[in-house]
Structure formats: structure tokens, C-alpha cells
């Protein structure tokens, strides 16, 4: 089945630490996107790819990294400087070429220690 | 810029009622996209329905359609017989010529037996 995924379900940090997420899909998009979202509240997007080896910012990008080495893989890393990173995270991807529907992986929870 | 408003924090239904969800947008794109999509407790985001700005046809997809009001600038979700398995937050978005979506703050939905 086609569809992506997203590991660790949970996923707990340190003071200090840099964690990383995986997202990978295999609906053989070109874009992946990578969201936070927040308790009550949409989805803020963080960076996002529309090609291997090329990434944008979006709206909070500070305190978090990413890489597209492959084109099924997307991780981010949350890094020490994200003071205040609790909270859940959720990867998509999508075709390119104008505003095209976005598909979603299952999230994961990030919580500090 | 998008933005997106939804009016309702949560919403009541029987089973079996329908039930509408607003949305209202404000975009300065002369060709945009509105999507919900809904995400139950278990945090996925599920795509609903998709409307483009010069489609004259409203957007239907099994018990949801999409009532589209151009010069209103809203774009409520319909959902028809609601189902147990229909409460979860839902989402309204917005997209223009770029990739990035601009999503409202949710309703939370609630089936009633």
C-alpha cells in the first residue's frame, strides 16, 4: 500500500538534546512538507521540498533542520535551539505543479523531558 | 496572504442528521484551493474534499460536499448522515499559487447516538 510514514509514534528529548523524525513515503511524490501542530490549534508549516536536495523555510523554521538526500525520505531535526518543542508533528508530501492535494503521515508526538 | 476563519469551536449532531461546518476565507490569489480535511483522536490528518476557485460545479465526495459561495468568500462542509465515526476536529484550508496552506483553527465535531 501506498501511504506514509512517520517514526517514532512517541518520542521524548532531553534538555540540550537534538532529536531527528523520520517521515518517508512511497506515493512517489515530488514535495514533502513538515507541520507542527500545537494543543487547539491548525498546523504551522516548518520547511518544506519540492525536490531532492532543496528545501524552503516556512513560517517557524528556527530551532529545526531538515535534508532531502532521497526522494522517499524527509527527516527533520528538532534541534536545542527549539526552546519550547513539545508538541505533535505530522509530515505530508504531494505532486508539484500548483496547489496540489497534500497526503499525511500519522504524526509524532514530541515531549521534553 | 490567506487567511481562514471558523466560527464554531465545536459542533453537535445525531446520528444520522446532517451537519454544516463553516469556513469563511479571505485570499488576495486570483486562483486558489479550499481543502478539509479531518483528524481524529488518533492525530492523522485525512484529506475530505477539494474545491478550486473557477470550478462552477460544487465538490462532492460520498457524504461530503463542499457548498461554495464565491462572492461570500465561504466554503462550508456538508456532511450527510452523519456516522459515529465522523467526530473529530475538522479542518478548513486555503491554498494559492504556491505550495504553502493556510488552515483555520478546527471544529470539533461530536456524533451524538
Known amino acids: 500500500d501506498g501511504g506514509i510514514t512517520q517514526s517514532p509514534k512517541y518520542l521524548f528529548r532531553k534538555e540540550g538534546q537534538n532529536v531527528t523524525l523520520s517521515c518517508e513515503q512511497n506515493l512517489n511524490h515530488d514535495a514533502m512538507y513538515w507541520y507542527r501542530q500545537d494543543p487547539g490549534q491548525g498546523l504551522r508549516l516548518i520547511y518544506y521540498s519540492q525536490i531532492v536536495n532543496d528545501f524552503q523555510k516556512g513560517d517557524i523554521a528556527e530551532g529545526y533542520s531538515v535534508s532531502r538526500e532521497k526522494k522517499e525520505s524527509f527527516p527533520l531535526t528538532v534541534t536545542s535551539a527549539q526552546k519550547n518543542p513539545t508538541a505533535f508533528y505530522l509530515c505530508a508530501s504531494s505532486w508539484t505543479g500548483g496547489l496540489k492535494t497534500q497526503y499525511f503521515g500519522p504524526g509524532t508526538r514530541l515531549l521534553v523531558l | 496572504a490567506q487567511k481562514i476563519t471558523q466560527t464554531q469551536p465545536g459542533m453537535f449532531v445525531q446520528e444520522k442528521e446532517a451537519v454544516t461546518l463553516d469556513c469563511t476565507y479571505d485570499?488576495?490569489?486570483?486562483?486558489?484551493?479550499l481543502f478539509w480535511y479531518k483528524q481524529p483522536s488518533s492525530g492523522e490528518m485525512i484529506f475530505l474534499i477539494y474545491q478550486g476557485s473557477y470550478d462552477e460545479q460544487n465538490a462532492t465526495e460520498g457524504r461530503y460536499s463542499l457548498n461554495f459561495q464565491k462572492a461570500r468568500k465561504s466554503a462550508n462542509l456538508v456532511i450527510s448522515a452523519s456516522q459515529l465515526g465522523d467526530s473529530a476536529m475538522y479542518f478548513c484550508?486555503?491554498?494559492?499559487?504556491?505550495?504553502?496552506?493556510?488552515f483555520g483553527k478546527g471544529t470539533l465535531l461530536t456524533v451524538n447516538p
Open positions: 484550508l486555503s491554498g494559492g499559487s504556491n505550495y504553502k496552506l493556510t
Open positions: 485570499t488576495s490569489d486570483q486562483s486558489y484551493g
